[in-house]
T-cell receptor
């Protein structure tokens, strides 16, 4: 069974530039999550999708971050413009259903460095 | 909202000894508590979880205990091995059905 795929694996940009991350969840998984993990901290949920609808985006900085999940499969997370404090690993995860007791499977992450 | 605290932040144990990591939570309505292991540069992976209707769960060398009254849960690793070295995260599902994560414990297994 293929796991959660993410690209790119690494990205270096300058502040005020834009960046986009892509995620392909496990086939058949209805729920998709984007997390931000700052070095030395636990993952912080940015946004959760159930199919192509947003379940929770309360911690997404909407002035600069946006995300979409077209057709309820792949998802993209965009930052525009980036700030220094956005440097982190961005993890995508998926689960079979919408219950948070469903196991979340993580992708390898995208390490973003903002200079 | 839910707050999850995890201790210690770093734990160093001799190979073969046991390791215990503790977490406390604040939302008494929380009812699901997973533990994730994250090796350096890799993704978090679920290693064990427990629901609030049980007090203990074991899987080979790993066990988790839950004390609902005190609102704390712990991860126990026995007979530690070098490959157990990683960062371990606890999490709790809050009353908004979201997973709230602890800050992580770096486990170091000394040969």
């Amino acid at each position: 069974e293929a796991g959660v795929a993410q690209s790119p694996r690494y990205k270096i940009i300058e502040k005020r530039q834009s960046v986009a991350f892509w995620c392909n969840p496990i086939s058949g998984h209805a729920t998709l999550y984007w997390y931000q993990q700052i070095l030395g901290q636990g993952p912080k949920l940015l946004i959760q999708f159930q199919n192509n609808g947003v379940v929770d985006d309360s911690q997404l900085p909407k002035d600069r971050f946006s995300a979409e999940r077209l057709k309820g499969v792949d998802s993209t997370l965009k930052i525009q413009p980036a700030k220094l404090e956005d440097s982190a690993v961005y993890l995508c995860a998926s689960s079979l259903g919408h219950l948070s007791t469903d196991t979340q499977y993580f992708g390898p992450g995208t390490r973003l460095t903002v200079l | 909202g839910e707050n999850v605290e995890q201790h210690p932040s770093t734990l160093s144990v001799q190979e073969g000894d046991s390791a215990v990591i503790k977490c406390t939570y604040s939302d008494s309505a929380s009812n699901y508590f997973p533990w994730y292991k994250q090796e350096l540069g890799k993704r978090p992976q679920l290693i064990i979880d427990i629901r609030s209707n049980v007090g203990e769960k074991k899987d080979q060398r790993i066990a988790v205990t839950l004390n609902k009254t005190a609102k704390h849960f712990s991860l126990h690793i026995t007979e530690t091995q070098p490959e157990d070295s990683a960062v371990y995260f606890c999490a709790a599902r809050d009353s908004n059905y979201q997973l709230i994560w602890g800050a992580g414990t770096k486990l170091i297994i000394k040969p």
